[in-house]
């Protein structure tokens, strides 16, 4: 049985190029979360997703960021016109229909904005 | 104020010690408490989750909860080396900073 997988493990992008960060759920789990961890810090929590909907997405950026989890394909965290402070592991989680609890992480993607 | 507080430590016990990890949390709407170990450029990895106040035992781990004094724990008995990671406690979906935890031999 996979588990959660994320795609790029690591991405390279100039200032103001846009990121694609990808994450397919364990199978059987229909609950997407996005996290950023910053060096030395913890996960902060990003959005959390639902096929087709987004549930909570208080920990989101205002501008240049967004997320998507479509009826069919990966989960997709888009970052547009990256910034330097945009470099950092971004962790997805997934979990069974609603168990905030049981969150099972991918091995993450990082980021360097150069 | 961070909505989950937690001491990043660094924390260096001898293998076969006692282990106590702990962490408050603000917001007395939580309602689970989950704890994970991340190895170094890794993902987290679920060790136990609770969402009541009272002890939780699995193996050599127990969680405990208080939501009178949003406090929660972790202890770790018959420490390994093998433990040596960071160990993150979380509410809901936020997270603490994270206490670096290294079980010499």
């Known amino acids: 049985n996979a588990g959660v997988m994320q795609n790029p493990r690591h991405l390279v992008r100039r200032r103001g190029q846009e990121a694609r960060l990808r994450c397919s759920p364990m199978?059987?789990?229909?609950?997407v979360y996005w996290y950023r961890q910053l060096p030395e810090e913890g996960l902060k929590f990003m959005v959390y997703?639902?096929?087709?909907?987004?549930?909570?997405e208080s920990g989101m950026p205002k501008e240049r960021f967004s997320a998507e989890f479509p009826k069919e394909g990966p989960s997709i965290l888009r970052i547009q016109q990256v910034v330097r402070g945009d470099s950092a592991a971004y962790f997805c989680?997934?979990?069974?229909?609603?168990?905030?609890?049981?969150?099972?992480f991918g091995p993450g993607t990082r980021l360097t904005v150069t | 104020q961070k909505e989950v507080e937690q001491d990043p430590g660094p924390l260096s016990v001898p293998e076969g010690a006692i282990v106590s990890l702990n962490c408050t949390y603000s917001n007395s709407a939580f309602q689970y408490f989950m704890w994970y170990r991340q190895y170094s450029r890794k993902g987290p990895e679920l060790l136990m989750y609770t969402y009541s106040s009272g002890n939780k035992e699995d193996g050599r781990f127990t969680a405990q909860v208080d939501k009178s004094s949003k406090y929660i724990s972790l202890f770790i008995r018959d420490s390994q080396p093998s433990d040596s990671a960071t160990y993150l406690c979380a509410s809901d979906m936020r997270f603490g900073a994270g206490t670096r935890l290294t079980v010499k031999p």
């Open positions: 199978k059987g789990h229909s609950h």
């Open positions: 997703l639902q096929k087709e909907n987004i549930i909570d």
């Open positions: 989680a997934s979990s069974p229909e609603s168990r905030v609890y049981e969150q099972y």
